[in-house]
C-alpha cells in the first residue's frame, strides 16, 4: 500500500496527547508534525489540558464569540489543512458534581467544546462521565439530565457526544463495574447525539488481577474489547475509538499501538465491514502520563504507520470484499 493510501484510512492523532512527540510545538506545527507523520485527522483541543497544559484558545474564552478574531482564524487556518477532526472535551468528571455551580461550570466548557466542533467541522466530542462515581442518587440524575441536555446542544448543531469507557480516572478504567454496565449507560442514555467512544486501552480495570496474570489474558482482554465494539455498533452508538495499546506486563495502557497485546486488526474487522464512519484517533504516550517524555518521533512513526496497516488489512480480508 503507498502512504497515500495509508492515509486515507481513518486513522487520527490526538495532537495533543502524544505529548512527546508534540511537546512545545504551536498548532500549526503540531498539524504540520501530524501531516510529515502521514496522518490527515487528529483529535483536537487537549485530553490531558490539565496537565499538558496545552489548550486550543487561551483561557478565559468560553465561547467562540470571545476567542480574539486573529486566534479563531489561525486556528480555523491550521485545522483546515487536515481532513478530519474530533475534539476533546474537558477531563473531569464533574457533571455528576453535587454542587450545582461545579456542574454548570462544567457544562459551559462542553457547550464551548460543541461549539468548536460545530466552526471546525468535528465529527465528535469526546466526554468523559463517569456516573457510578456520583456520590447521591441526585447528583447522578443531575448529571444524566445535563448530559442529555448537552447532547440537544450538540444536536441542533450537527456534532455527536461520544462517551469515554474509563474515561475519567485510574480509579474507574473501564468505565463503570463492567463491559455491560458501560454499554447499558450508553443505551440508557437513548439521546441520538450521544453515544460512545471506546478507547481500546481502558479496559484494563475490567479484568481482575488474577485475570490480568493468566496465560491468556490478552485473549480475554481482546473477546472483551471485541465485545463491547459488537455491541455498541449493534446499537448504532459507536461514535468515536481512541486507539492505544495495553502493556501484557504491567496492564498498563497509552502504549502506542503495536507495542501491546491488543489485536487492533481483529477489533477493526467488524468495523470495516459495518462501515465505521468515525476516526481511530491514536492517543499516545508510553505509559502514563508520568512517563511522558520518552516518547520518540520513530516509535510515534512505527505506531501511525502499524494502525493504518492494521485498518487495510482488516478491510482486505474482508471488511470492504
Ligand atoms: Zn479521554
Ligand atoms: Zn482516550
Known amino acids: 500500500m503507498t502512504a497515500a493510501e495509508l492515509a486515507r484510512t481513518p486513522v487520527a492523532v490526538n495532537v495533543f496527547c502524544a505529548a512527546d512527540f508534540f511537546r512545545g510545538l504551536s498548532l500549526p506545527e503540531r498539524v504540520d508534525r501530524a501531516l510529515g507523520a502521514n496522518v490527515r ?154 453515544g460512545a467512544t471506546v478507547d481500546t486501552g481502558h479496559l484494563v480495570g475490567w479484568l481482575t488481577a488474577e485475570q490480568q496474570a493468566r496465560p491468556a489474558a490478552a485473549e480475554l482482554y481482546n473477546n472483551l474489547l471485541a465485545q463491547l465494539l459488537k455491541e455498541l455498533h449493534a446499537y448504532g452508538k459507536l461514535f468515536h475509538v481512541h486507539l492505544n495499546d495495553v502493556d501484557p506486563q504491567t496492564f498498563g495502557d497509552h502504549y502506542g499501538p503495536g507495542f501491546g497485546l491488543v489485536d487492533f486488526r481483529r477489533a477493526f474487522e467488524p468495523l470495516c465491514r459495518s462501515g465505521y464512519d468515525g476516526l481511530l484517533a491514536i492517543e499516545m504516550h508510553r505509559g502514563s502520563c508520568a512517563e511522558t517524555g520518552s516518547l520518540t518521533p520513530a516509535e510515534f512513526e512505527c505506531a501511525v504507520r502499524y494502525a493504518q496497516s492494521c485498518w487495510a488489512e482488516a478491510e482486505r480480508a474482508g471488511g470492504k470484499g
Not at 121 to 127: H, L, Q, R
Not at 185 to 190: E, G, N, P, Q
Open 41 to 194: 485527522a487528529a483529535d483536537a483541543r487537549c485530553p490531558c489540558a490539565e496537565v499538558h497544559s496545552f489548550r486550543l484558545f487561551e483561557e478565559p474564552a468560553v465561547s467562540l464569540a470571545e476567542v480574539p478574531p486573529s486566534e479563531l482564524a489561525a486556528a480555523t487556518d491550521a485545522l483546515g489543512r487536515l481532513d478530519r477532526l474530533s475534539i476533546h472535551g474537558p477531563l473531569r468528571n464533574a457533571l455528576i458534581s453535587r454542587k450545582a455551580a461545579k456542574r454548570e461550570r462544567l457544562a459551559r466548557e462542553y457547550r464551548f467544546a460543541i461549539e468548536q466542533a460545530a466552526h471546525f467541522g468535528a465529527s465528535c466530542v469526546v466526554v468523559h462521565f463517569s456516573p457510578w462515581s456520583a456520590r447521591t442518587e441526585e447528583s447522578r440524575l443531575a448529571g444524566v439530565t445535563l448530559l442529555r441536555e448537552l447532547g440537544d446542544f450538540a444536536l441542533a448543531r450537527g456534532v455527536r457526544l461520544g462517551v469515554e469507557n474509563g474515561g475519567c480516572t485510574a480509579s474507574v478504567r473501564g468505565g463503570g463495574q463492567s463491559l455491560e454496565d458501560f454499554v447499558e449507560l450508553i443505551a440508557s442514555l437513548d439521546h441520538p447525539a450521544v
